[in-house]
């Protein structure tokens, strides 16, 4: 049975079974990082899978290497029970609009890997299909990586729609084939799985580590420092600390750092990322929420303008330049 900690469900090995996926056809839909993983793991659960590609592409080629007949994204999504988006967000509302609506009928299932078009309504699929989610939480390579090692990574299962009544066990069953169940599989909402994603993204795991670490570059810099010094400072030692923090949290890494860098991190720390920050936070938050991010990126007709004018601000910091010297410098 499901054990529960706290208000959360996590599924084990031992709770699910592959029996809702039997006889039923699994067309993943794109052939990038996630869908590469995530089809050769289902395919060597025993699952029947088809990949659905825009033919004549270098994922095209990859597939067939891999032993897969590709077929087109329309082909794909007519033969398939379960029909599985993992194509970019910013691609899957015209995929789906032209290339698979029209074979949506009762029975089927959508799913996704992440809830962005379900949960802000840029995708509306018809009310007899059940929608289902389940999101890895690793890249694609270290997910095929622990599939292969007899280990898995854990991942997050939600239903948005579930007509059949049998939804939630499909995507169970999803997340087993997968190899994700070894580790421990989450049940979760579309809603709550899409904002915490975007919220982490832009305030933490993409823009604050690389904000925080461009502007201690920069203090270091003006301030008269050798900038190849203030490179190894605050940059090329994150990956030490955050490979503590992965391992063991907080408390290892805090254990394996001198008394001196404890007491000035814990002291300092707090002044550094004060309350101004979280209240920054709370406002990311509410844009997410409230559906203004999605305003600016996918409903803005300038996103990837401004995308790559973010891109080329990044490639020419100073921080990058010095960054590409000491890589060499240590073979990395």
């Not at 029947?48 to 794909?76: H, I, M, N, Q």
């Not at 029909?83 to 789906?96: F, G, K, N, R, S």
């Not at 994603?197 to 201690?216: H, N, S, Y």
């Amino acid at each position: 049975m499901r054990r529960e900690r706290g208000a959360m469900k996590v599924y084990y090995e031992q709770d699910v079974s592959l029996k809702p996926l039997e006889g039923r056809v699994v067309a993943v839909i794109g052939y990038g990082s996630q869908g590469r993983a995530q089809a050769l793991n289902m395919r060597d659960s025993g699952v029947e899978v088809v990949v659905g590609l825009r033919p004549g592409g270098a994922s095209w080629k990859k597939a067939e290497e891999d032993g897969f007949k590709p077929l087109t994204v329309e082909e794909a999504a007519e033969r398939a029970d379960i029909i599985h988006m993992l194509i970019p967000d910013t691609h899957q509302p015209e995929v789906y609009a032209k290339q698979i609506k029209k074979h949506l009928k009762a029975g089927k299932t959508l799913g996704f890997s992440h809830g962005y078009n379900i949960h802000f309504r840029q995708i509306v699929p018809p009310q007899d299909v059940d929608v289902v989610l389940v999101a890895p939480k690793a890249p694609g390579p270290r997910m095929r990586e622990l599939y292969l090692e007899g280990k898995g990574t854990p991942a997050l299962v939600a239903v948005a729609q579930n007509p059949s009544g049998r939804a939630m066990e499909t995507v169970l069953a999803m997340a087993k084939a997968l190899g994700c169940a070894r580790a421990g599989v989450i049940e979760t909402t579309f809603k709550d799985e899409t904002e915490t994603d975007l919220f982490g993204e832009q305030a933490v795991l993409v823009g604050g580590v690389m904000e925080l670490i461009k502007k201690g570059f920069e203090v270091l810099v003006k301030n008269g420092y050798p900038p190849e010094l203030a490179y190894f400072e605050v940059c090329n030692e994150m990956k030490l600390i955050v490979d503590l923090i992965y391992t063991g949290g907080l408390t290892k890494m805090l254990s394996a750092v001198s008394d001196t860098a404890k007491y000035g991190g814990l002291t300092v720390g707090p002044q550094i990322i004060d309350e101004h920050v979280r209240e920054n936070m709370e406002k990311a938050l509410q844009r997410i929420k409230e559906g203004v991010f999605v305003e600016t990126w996918t409903g803005n007709p300038r996103a990837y303008e401004i995308l790559r004018q973010k891109m080329g601000e990044i490639t020419s910091h100073e921080l990058e330049k010095v960054g590409e010297k000491i890589r060499k410098m240590a073979n990395i």
